[in-house]
């Protein structure tokens, strides 16, 4: 069974650096082929596509947030974990990982998401 | 503004059948046969009800459906019950750094 959860503050002031951490079960970031990413909704709004990192550690990235992303992987600790600077309240939003298949968007697996809100 | 065109709803009854569009290009929709739909109900993760085009993932209703024409994609739910009534998002996969790019979304109303 796969799971995947994900963690970070629920309050982050304008202009400093977010750090959200996926943890995930039931599957390995070693396995050919299996990637994670990283998704968000804005309050009332649609899905955006952030970035995703792969079993072979290509990191790709959405290219309007691409200067201010960046997705790692551990996966000793079975984790994946999102960098975002320079935060904005725009960046208020639902933040989801989900397990990804490479070159599909096959995204069957999502975690139950964390609400992030930027406020001074 | 999204990359995919879908309307911002649509509603009908219970029993019928109802379809929803997501219009994109040749860049995307029209280019690749990976185009996924997600239902998401309030408050919930959303959870992905078709892939590539016309795929159920198992413990899908088979009463979800997917097709392609051209740059259009769409989604039929036939014999429409309550539970169906959710946001419905498309999304498609492009062989570039986009990667993904998803929908609008479509409020579903079971009458």
């Known amino acids: 069974q796969i799971t995947l959860k994900e963690s970070g503050p629920t309050l982050v002031k304008p202009t400093q650096t977010l750090t959200l951490t996926c943890i995930f079960s039931?599957?390995?970031?070693?396995?050919?082929?299996?990637?994670v990413g990283w998704i968000r909704q804005s309050p009332g709004k649609t899905l955006e596509w952030l970035a995703l990192?792969?079993?072979?550690?290509?990191?790709r990235y959405s290219p309007s947030l691409k200067t201010r992303l960046t997705i790692t992987k551990d996966t000793s600790k079975n984790q994946v974990v999102l960098t975002m600077t320079n935060v904005d309240p725009v960046d208020t939003a639902t933040y989801y990982c989900v397990h990804a298949l490479m070159a599909t968007n096959r995204f069957e697996h999502w975690g139950q998401g964390t609400l992030v809100t930027v406020s001074s | 503004q999204s990359a995919l065109t879908q309307p911002a709803s649509v509603s009908g009854s219970p029993g019928q059948s109802i379809t929803i569009s997501c219009t994109g290009t040749?860049?995307?929709?029209?280019?690749?046969?990976?185009v996924s739909w997600h239902q998401q109900h309030p408050g919930q993760a959303p959870k992905l009800v078709i892939y590539d085009v016309s795929n159920r993932p198992s413990g899908v209703s088979n009463r979800f459906s997917g097709s392609k024409s051209g740059n259009t994609a769409s989604l039929t739910i036939s014999g429409l019950q309550a539970e169906d009534e959710a946001d419905y998002y498309c999304s498609s996969f492009i062989r570039s750094s986009t990667l993904v790019v998803f929908g609008g979304g479509t409020k579903l109303t079971v009458l």
């Open positions: 039931g599957f390995s970031l070693e396995s050919s082929g299996v990637g």
């Open positions: 990192i792969y079993w072979d550690d290509d990191q």
């Open positions: 040749s860049n995307d929709v029209g280019g690749y046969n990976f």
